[in-house]
């Protein structure tokens, strides 16, 4: 089975400070990649997805970009951080087709003050 | 895209009582999953099911795709046990890459 390693596991930023959460992954090749952050609330939003290396898709317009420089790479990045993007993010990783299974990193809490 | 329901919402149980989660799917799913997220945030893995039963110890799961619902089993509660439980599934049609999640059951499981 593949494993997901996610870092920082916590961070404080200040307002406008720039982020950068990163995701690796071991035991499997080409696998799609996620990132997801959950809020107070317990939801989990699907922030971005990524089929293969530089090919990203964003799922909702926001202060976030990401990036897949490597095929098991994948990181979350902003330029100026917002009190709003606060919470708790998840990097996901899944083996891709039919069979597509999802494992989670530990996750990175980000609190921006 | 599908939407995901689950109930209860939230489940406070004494130790050693059984629960059953339900996931309710819009339409017909792929992949489904449930998973426990734990008091550090953590989403463990619990099953792949995208049909039938399986079991792992005191947890056992049940998909019946025809009907676009899964079940999650948990007997002899411990406090362990404690956290949020998401199920997820990725839309039958189309080819999509993307799990769509529940909101979870908040379960706790008092000694």
Redesign the interface.
Known sequence: SQTIHQWPATLVQPVGSPLSLECTVEGTSNPNLYWYRQAAGRGLQLLFYSIGIDQISSEVPQNLSASRPQDRQFILSSKKLLLSDSGFYLCAGGTGGSGNTIYFGEGSWLTVV | GIQVEQSPPDLILQEGANSTLRCNFSDSV??L?W?HQNPW???I?LF?IPSGTKQNGRLSATTVATERYSLLYISSSQTTDSG?Y?C?G?SASGGS???T?G??T?LIVHP
């Open positions: 792929n992949n999953q998973f945030g953590q989403l893995n792949y949020v998401f997820a990725t890459y993307i799990p999640f909101r979870g908040s």
